[in-house]
């Protein structure tokens, strides 16, 4: 079983910064593409960044120049730096992982608060 441990999330005040992390741990999995969405209250679920295996990454433009997603392929951990936080990044964050497990599925992670104050 593959499960996706986040850490990093918490309080910041305008303009700061956060780093978020997710670790994929289980037995005889492959990691394919790695993600980070987030949810805010009354709202959808909504991609953050996601990258490749080989490193592509795609952003949601009201995150573009100011996060950036890396991942570490020998850890099958996944990063989210996010600078020039403002209070509409404001969510809960979750880490997406697609695996193969060995058939190919969507796992999630638990989720990490990330609240920007004004």
């Known amino acids: 079983q593959v499960q996706l441990v986040e850490s990093g999330g918490g309080l910041v005040q305008l303009g700061g910064s956060l780093r978020l992390s997710c670790a994929a741990s289980g037995s005889g999995f492959s990691v394919y593409t790695m993600g980070w969405y987030h949810q805010a209250p009354g709202k959808q679920r909504e991609l953050v960044a996601t990258i490749t295996v080989g490193g592509s990454t795609n952003y949601a433009d009201s995150v573009k120049g100011r996060f950036t997603i890396s991942r570490d392929n020998a850890k099958n951990t996944v990063y989210l730096q996010m600078n020039s936080l403002k209070p509409e990044d404001t969510a809960v964050y979750y880490c997406?992982?697609?695996?193969?497990?060995?058939?190919?599925?969507?796992?999630w992670g638990q989720g990490t608060q990330v609240t920007v104050s004004s």
């Open positions: 997406n992982a697609r695996v193969a497990a060995p058939w190919v599925s969507d796992y």
